[in-house]
């Protein structure tokens, strides 16, 4: 599923070319797409009809239009979901869910998504720690990369969950915007094993935690994300290539850049971790 870094190349794109513009028709070719929109695909394009899209936002990994009315267009990506900017003569996709075409027949906007795990919802935006967000996300923490996030605060809350720091890592409504690839490599970077009890981290190692996510997101970020196959693009389609900078995650079997072990892979969560058994060892309370 996409992270921050992937979802921000995707918002960045959306800023760039739909912000500003105003929506002439908005078509549904598949009801799962707009099936967290409770009144239904009919509610959904007639309210489009006519808004004005005023931004494009992001907290952690939700997306989100402002429209012109003081609501959001809510997008959840999920496992392979797109948001393509095309031009209005191009060939449907195959995956093809949504269209938002524009008044000003420039190109359209697109929700494209394979396995149908993601959607688009309107919402009311509220007011939450002095932020616009929608309802359904307001409960989410800020992600290292708002101007807000407090280093400081995230230590605190870290710290006070009892439970394995990666699962406190994954927390959205502790740190948003980490998910499975930023946390092993946070996790690597802060030579912390997954299973260490968050609750027994010193201020000090959470805080080395904190600035190793931030600092490998933002890397990710500046390389267009991590994509390991064709559903993980930009607005123009095209791929990011952090992959290639992997510390830990998917890395089983191979050499540790730092000590030169082989990096195993854990069961974690209906998922997988990564760790080096040299530089992360596994706290003795989890063998």
Known sequence: MPELPEVEVVRAGLQAHVAGRTIARADVLHPRAVRRHVLGAEDFTGRLAGLRIAAARRRGKYLWLELSDGEALLAHLGMSGQMLVQPGDAADEKHLRVRLVFEDDGPELRFVDQRTFGGLALADLVEADGTSLPGPIAHIARDPMDPAFDPAVAVRALRSRRTEVKRA???????????????DEALWRSRLHWARPSDRLTPAQARTLVDAATEVMAEALAQGGTSFDALYVNV??????FDRSLDAYGQEGRACRRCG??????????????????????PRRSN
């Open 169 to 183: 890592l994954l927390d959205q409504t502790l740190i948003s915007g980490v998910g499975n690839i930023y946390a």
């Open 236 to 241: 123009n389609g095209q791929s990011g290539y």
């Open 261 to 282: 072990s082989v990096i195993r892979r854990d069961p974690f969560m209906n998922r997988s971790s990564f760790s080096c058994p040299r530089c992360q060892p596994r």
